[in-house]
């Protein structure tokens, strides 16, 4: 069994977060990554471990999915040897708590990537109350391993400052990396290149193409009413919602109540399809509620602007991903559950082409420049590289 001189422990994965970690190995050393969502690995450096995949089906899949990949985890982090960085990603939210143990029973040095924020997002979808005795003891072990861990890092500024008040400690150190798309796989396409769109989208049509998971924290129901609305007029609109999750027979049958003759509901397409699907909207609607925003930033806004969509955040105006939009200019910004606000957004990117274009145009220039996995890989090397020291580390 190779040695190995840091390991990364993440449930489920993109393609692009392998591939950060094998082209990372070439600077910092044989890397072991345990997942449950392993993809095609080409990097002689990186060994990936493949766990328990995540479930996201129902509330108690979830659990159970999380639950099995935390013991497959820690089983396989007592055999270990030696002293390697172990960064835990909040995938399973809880995966912190198995750095935090390592940290104090064998003296590790520890790294923690927030992606979401936990328990707040349990407590702010209603699956429990703040005062929960769980809730209480989850936050407090939280605060512990923020506080040992060698470097934390999350993926906005309203996420930093969320996790330094979870932690209690306005000084807590916190490095805001944000997150990346390939922009090498993901570009702009023209309609007669792309083969999902001819497939499913309208010649002659706008498309508002949300795509990803369908859950309580993303609020929908506002999109189906502003396409209501839109339905009715004369404006050459489409919606499509590629994705599943939680929400998701809830949301098919809203839309079908409302009868919605402009959109079309697709399950989750191959990875190998979605630089296709991805680059069919002109408009990508990224929404979160607005009372867990300050929570995440929606991984898909930058995969969206790498393939050149114009971004409808449907999310609260102090939100990362709100901020984002206005300052790069590649978007707007509405409330998620304003649906003459969103329909009126649609409307004026249709009366508007040459703003429209200009969006798109801003959205893949933002995504090379600042959010491509060149960009990101520097950062995160610097980071990493006065961490990891590369001994003999065995997983025996």
Same mark, same amino acid.
């Given at each position: 069994?190779?040695?190995?001189?840091?390991?990364?422990?993440?449930?489920?994965?993109?393609?692009?977060f392998q591939r950060l970690l094998g082209k990372l190995?070439?600077?910092?050393?044989?890397?072991?990554?345990?997942?449950?969502?392993?993809?095609?690995? $080409? &990097?002689?450096?990186? =060994? *990936?471990? !493949? +766990?328990?995949?995540?479930?996201? %089906?129902?509330?108690?899949?979830?659990?159970?999915?999380?639950?099995?990949?935390?013991?497959?985890?820690?089983?396989?982090?007592?055999?270990?040897?030696?002293?390697?960085?172990?960064?835990?990603?909040?995938?399973?939210?809880?995966?912190?708590?198995?750095?935090?143990?390592?940290?104090?029973?064998?003296?590790?040095?520890?790294?923690?990537?927030?992606?979401?924020?936990?328990?707040?997002?349990?407590?702010?979808?209603?699956?429990?109350?703040?005062?929960?005795?769980?809730?209480?003891?989850?936050?407090?072990?939280?605060?512990?391993?923020?506080?040992? $861990? &060698?470097?934390?890092? =999350? *993926?906005? !500024? +309203?996420?930093?400052?969320?996790? %330094?008040?979870?932690?209690?400690?306005?000084?807590?150190?916190?490095?805001?990396?944000?997150?990346?798309?390939?922009?090498?796989?993901?570009?702009?396409?023209?309609?007669?290149?792309?083969?999902?769109?001819?497939?499913?989208?309208?010649?002659?049509?706008?498309?508002?193409?949300?795509?990803?998971?369908?859950?309580?924290?993303?609020?929908?129901?506002?999109?189906?009413?502003?396409?209501?609305?839109?339905?009715?007029?004369?404006?050459?609109?489409?919606?499509?919602?590629?994705?599943?999750?939680?929400?998701?027979?809830?949301?098919?049958?809203?839309?079908?109540?409302?009868?919605?003759?402009?959109?079309?509901?697709?399950?989750?397409?191959?990875?190998?399809?979605?630089?296709?699907?991805?680059?069919?909207?002109?408009?990508?609607?990224?929404?979160?509620?607005?009372?867990?925003?300050?929570?995440?930033?929606?991984?898909?806004?930058?995969?969206?602007?790498?393939?050149?969509?114009?971004?409808?955040?449907?999310?609260?105006?102090?939100?990362?991903?709100?901020?984002?939009?206005?300052?790069?200019?590649?978007?707007?910004?509405?409330?998620?559950?304003?649906?003459?606000?969103?329909?009126?957004?649609?409307?004026?990117?249709?009366?508007?082409?040459?703003?429209?274009?200009?969006?798109?145009?801003?959205?893949?220039?933002?995504?090379?420049?600042?959010?491509?996995?060149?960009?990101?890989?520097?950062?995160?090397?610097?980071?990493?590289?006065?961490?990891?020291?590369?001994?003999?580390?065995?997983?025996?």
């Open positions: 069994m190779r040695h190995h001189a840091w390991i990364v422990i993440n449930q489920s994965q993109s393609p692009s190995t070439e600077s910092l050393g044989p890397c072991l990554l345990i997942t449950g969502m392993p993809h095609p690995n $080409s &990097s002689p450096l990186l =060994t *990936i471990m !493949e +766990g328990p995949s995540y479930d996201r %089906r129902s509330k108690s899949a979830r659990l159970r999915s999380w639950s099995s990949f935390m013991l497959f985890a820690t089983r396989k982090m007592v055999e270990v040897r030696g002293r390697p960085l172990v960064f835990t990603v909040t995938n399973p939210p809880m995966l912190p708590h198995l750095g935090l143990s390592l940290s104090k029973l064998r003296g590790w040095s520890t790294g923690i990537l927030v992606w979401d924020l936990y328990p707040e997002h349990i407590v702010q979808q209603g699956w429990m109350a703040k005062s929960n005795p769980l809730v209480r003891c989850w936050s407090a072990v939280n605060r512990q391993a923020y506080r040992r $861990s &060698s470097a934390t890092i =999350t *993926i906005g !500024e +309203g996420m930093a400052r969320a996790i %330094r008040v979870q932690a209690k400690d306005p000084s807590l150190p916190i490095s805001v990396i944000p997150n990346w798309a390939n922009t090498k796989d993901l570009r702009p396409l023209a309609r007669s290149e792309n083969d999902f769109a001819k497939k499913h989208c309208s010649p002659g049509s706008l498309t508002v193409l949300y795509s990803g998971n369908i859950g309580a924290s993303h609020s929908l129901n506002g999109l189906l009413q502003a396409a209501k609305q839109l339905s009715t007029e004369r404006a050459a609109i489409e919606f499509l919602i590629v994705g599943s999750g939680l929400q998701a027979e809830a949301l098919a049958a809203e839309a079908k109540q409302l009868e919605l003759a402009n959109l079309k509901m697709l399950p989750y397409q191959p990875w190998k399809t979605l630089p296709l699907s991805l680059a069919s909207g002109d408009i990508a609607v990224v929404s979160q509620a607005s009372s867990t925003s300050h929570l995440s930033v929606p991984s898909k806004t930058y995969s969206a602007m790498a393939v050149g969509s114009a971004i409808l955040a449907l999310s609260s105006p102090d939100s990362d991903l709100a901020r984002m939009v206005r300052e790069h200019r590649v978007g707007l910004v509405c409330d998620p559950d304003n649906s003459q606000a969103i329909a009126e957004a649609l409307r004026e990117l249709t009366r508007d082409s040459d703003r429209l274009l200009a969006m798109k145009r801003r959205s893949r220039e933002v995504a090379e420049r600042f959010y491509s996995e060149e960009v990101v890989e520097k950062r995160f090397l610097e980071l990493l590289a006065p961490l990891v020291t590369q001994e003999d580390n065995d997983l025996q």
